[in-house]
């Protein structure tokens, strides 16, 4: 069956990776999103992944804790996962480079844009670590600045619910689930799709973003062919 979108952007949250452990990396869980993605590249369709790193560190610890250095940790935390889906992935074949924002060229290559493209060309996945390099960004404006500079054709925001809704769906049973919004009606309605500087990045690039649930990791396949999973973003 023929993709929609040929090269795409995943970003996967830290948290998905800790499966009910709630921390660190569970490897069952690992390996079945991994598994997901393989038969994505199978499907023909170029990979790149921003992981988040919200499994071993969510922000400062103590209001006391300088924000730069706490957002540094954050980073090295995605390093940390990062290296772990590759790995996963060369498990299953499938090849893979690691870049990262901030220089470690013992364990990952730097970002380089154009190598990036390259490794793509190569039918590689590409994971990109450390957020953007900097303090005061999240991994979700990561990952729609990462989307932008390759030039993906959708942005795929895997989460752990299965959608885009107007109430926290744990909070609320009667929370409603969209089906589509527009990138106004996000920041109209403050919808927790992303921060607004992802979501702008993501609207000014004409980037769609679907938002699924990443328990059903078929949803990976089935978004690059089109199909309806979770919520879909567009201009």
Same mark, same amino acid.
């Given at each position: 069956?023929?993709?929609?979108?040929?090269? #795409?952007?995943?970003?996967? =949250?830290?948290?998905?990776?800790? %499966?009910?452990?709630?921390?660190? #990396?569970?490897?069952?869980?690992?390996?079945?999103?991994?598994?997901?993605?393989?038969n994505?590249?199978?499907?023909g369709?170029?990979?790149?992944?921003? *992981?988040?790193?919200? &499994?071993?560190?969510?922000?400062?610890t =103590?209001?006391?804790?300088?924000? $730069?250095?706490? /957002? +540094? #940790?954050?980073?090295?935390?995605?390093?940390?996962? @990062?290296?772990?889906?590759? /790995?996963?992935?060369?498990?299953?074949?499938?090849? *893979?480079?690691?870049?990262?924002?901030?220089?470690?060229?013992?364990?990952?290559?730097?970002?380089?844009r &154009?190598?990036?493209?390259? +490794?793509?060309?190569? %039918?590689?996945?590409?994971?990109?670590?450390?957020?953007? !390099?900097?303090?005061?960004?999240?991994?979700? $404006?990561?990952? @729609?600045?990462?989307?932008?500079?390759?030039? @993906?054709? *959708?942005?795929?925001?895997?989460t752990?619910?299965? %959608?885009?809704?107007?109430?926290?769906?744990?909070?609320? &049973? /009667?929370?409603?689930?969209?089906?589509?919004?527009?990138?106004?009606?996000?920041?109209?309605?403050?919808? @927790?799709?992303?921060?607004n500087?992802?979501? $702008?990045?993501?609207?000014?690039? &004409?980037?769609?973003?679907?938002?699924?649930n990443?328990?059903?990791?078929?949803?990976?396949?089935?978004?690059?062919? !089109?199909?309806?999973v !979770?919520?879909?973003?567009?201009?």
């Amino acid at each position: 069956m023929s993709i929609k979108y040929k090269r #795409i952007l995943l970003k996967l =949250s830290g948290e998905s990776l800790a %499966g009910n452990k709630k921390f660190g #990396i569970d490897n069952d869980t690992l390996i079945k999103i991994c598994k997901s993605i393989k038969n994505a590249v199978e499907l023909g369709a170029e990979i790149g992944i921003v *992981v988040g790193g919200g &499994n071993f560190w969510r922000g400062r610890t =103590s209001q006391d804790m300088d924000r $730069t250095r706490a /957002d +540094h #940790i954050g980073m090295l935390a995605t390093a940390m996962n @990062a290296m772990a889906v590759a /790995d996963a992935l060369e498990q299953l074949g499938v090849q *893979v480079r690691v870049q990262t924002a901030i220089t470690m060229r013992q364990v990952a290559e730097p970002y380089i844009r &154009n190598k990036a493209i390259r +490794h793509f060309e190569k %039918g590689r996945v590409v994971i990109f670590g450390c957020g953007t !390099g900097n303090p005061f960004f999240t991994t979700d $404006t990561a990952a @729609a600045l990462r989307a932008a500079e390759i030039e @993906a054709e *959708v942005f795929l925001k895997a989460t752990m619910v299965d %959608g885009v809704y107007d109430s926290d769906p744990r909070e609320n &049973n /009667d929370a409603k689930m969209y089906d589509s919004l527009t990138y106004s009606e996000i920041f109209t309605n403050n919808l @927790a799709v992303m921060d607004n500087t992802a979501a $702008t990045m993501c609207m000014e690039n &004409n980037i769609p973003i679907v938002v699924f649930n990443i328990d059903k990791p078929d949803n990976i396949c089935l978004a690059i062919k !089109g199909e309806n999973v !979770g919520t879909i973003v567009t201009s």
